[in-house]
């Protein structure tokens, strides 16, 4: 049995990828690195790697981490900049057993020192949007905050074995130095080989307020179906969040077991992807249903070929 699941359909390709690395006996955390590393390289998709959108000084400041769902291992950057790979050296610094959590210089320097390959992340492309919203600021009253999507993946290998990572550019026009949740350990990410894992996108600056990842895995643990921790986690949350602060942002995690099976939970809508050796890999459109439940469907070829369009739209 192997199975992989991931955040967003920008997760779709770098799935098929790892898939054909599971098939022949891969690693998990071969998988893991694979299929982010697909979407850090792809410049289409603004919230992660080359082409995501940069912070309010027009610096793309990335965030990226990886867990062994065997051993615990976390090796986790934060506001790393001009590495064309982060979660290549979150994965590697999972593998120190101090100092595996570098931020700002300290994460560039080590990626520099260790031979990761340097490259400037900022596109043409997303520049302009950058400077689009800059004018559009100095416009209106529009907030500069947009976009905060995660790529997280989690990934099964016929060992049995686990591992989790997540990749992201953060919130667009964030102030320097801001993090969210994608390199924090039970708030972006969690995994245990023996039960499963889960992975978030969304809002970090709510979505660590939750340590919702954990709760999904802790809930897996005492028995429940994956899909009905994923709703037990997120939803009763959800609702306490806005009861005490009065809003909620966006916020959508996945999970998987240890037997493949799956789940997701959101508060929007949001899409996600899937392959395992029992089902083809597809892509799925999630939103949140009656009674603290979630709608799940698979979308349309009218959706995707509007979702590509979109994407590469001139700015």
């Not at 989690?154 to 953060?170: C, F, P, R």
Request: charged letters at 25%.
């Amino acid at each position: 049995m192997w199975g992989m699941i991931a955040t967003w359909r920008m997760a779709y390709e770098g799935i098929l990828a790892a898939k054909e690395q599971l098939e022949i006996n891969g690693t998990c955390g071969d998988a893991v690195e694979t299929s982010i590393r697909w979407v850090e390289d792809y410049p289409f998709y603004k919230s992660v790697g080359y082409g995501g959108l940069p912070n309010e000084r027009g610096i793309v400041e990335m965030d990226a981490a990886f867990m062994d769902g065997n051993t615990f291992k976390i090796g986790a950057v934060a506001g790393i900049v001009d590495i064309t790979n982060p979660i290549s050296v979150a994965r590697k610094l999972s593998e120190e057993r101090f100092n595996s959590f570098r931020v700002g210089e300290g994460a560039t320097e080590y990626a520099m020192l260790a031979g990761f390959e340097r490259k400037n992340m900022l596109t043409d492309r997303a520049k302009k949007i950058w400077e689009k919203r800059l004018r559009e600021m100095a416009r209106t009253n529009i907030s500069p905050y947009d976009g905060h999507d995660t790529v997280g993946v989690i990934s099964l290998d016929m060992h049995q074995e686990m591992a989790a990572g997540t990749s992201s550019s953060g919130l667009f026009m964030k102030k320097h130095g801001r993090v969210g949740d994608s390199p924090l350990a039970g708030s972006g990410f969690y995994v245990d080989s023996q039960i499963g894992g889960a992975v978030a996108t969304g809002l970090g600056e709510d979505l660590m307020k939750g340590c919702l990842s954990y709760e999904i895995v802790r809930l897996m643990g005492e028995g429940l179906e994956v899909q009905q921790a994923c709703d037990r986690a997120v939803y009763p949350f959800n609702d306490l969040l806005k009861q005490r602060a009065g809003k909620v942002g966006a916020f959508s995690l996945v999970a998987m077991d240890k037997d493949g099976n799956w789940g997701a939970a959101t508060n929007v809508e949001f899409t996600f992807s899937v392959a395992t050796a029992n089902e083809q890999p597809a892509i799925y459109l999630a939103n949140p249903g009656p009674n603290h439940t979630t709608i799940i469907q698979p979308i349309t070829q009218e959706w995707l070929d509007a979702y590509e369009k979109r994407i590469q739209a001139p700015v």
